[in-house]
């Protein structure tokens, strides 16, 4: 099995910046593509960063200059450093993590393992 934790979530005013962490534990060896999506209330889960087993990462278009996905690979620490927040952004988001070399994108929300979620309220 394999266990994430989130944490850093939490309320900012527009414009201000964020940085969740996820905590990998378990059955790390497994893990290959870990990533973060989000989901706001009566909405799709939506993919924001992934970053493959090689360490190559993507950010989805909608959030592309704003938030950062990084890792600390031999610590199995995953982060969303999210800068400018909007409004938009307030969402439960969720670490998230795959067996998988590769992921899917940074558009991907379906993992074998994923987090309770932490999270994000942006007031205006």
């Known amino acids: 099995q394999v266990q994430l934790a989130e944490t850093g979530g939490g309320s900012v005013q527009s414009g201000g910046s964020l940085k969740l962490s996820c905590t990998l534990s378990g059955m790390t060896y497994i893990v290959r593509c870990m990533g973060w999506f989000r989901q706001a209330p009566g909405k799709e889960r939506e993919g924001l960063a992934a970053i493959d087993g090689d360490g190559v990462t993507s950010v989805a278009d909608s959030v592309k200059g704003r938030f950062t996905i990084s890792q600390e690979y031999a610590n199995n620490l995953l982060y969303l450093q999210m800068d400018n927040l909007i409004p938009e952004d307030t969402a439960m988001y969720y670490c998230?993590?795959?067996?998988?070399?590769?992921?899917?994108?940074?558009?991907?929300?379906?993992?074998?393992?994923r987090g309770q979620g932490t999270q994000v309220t942006v007031s205006s």
């Open positions: 998230a993590a795959d067996p998988n070399l590769y992921c899917s994108g940074s558009n991907q929300v379906t993992y074998d393992f």
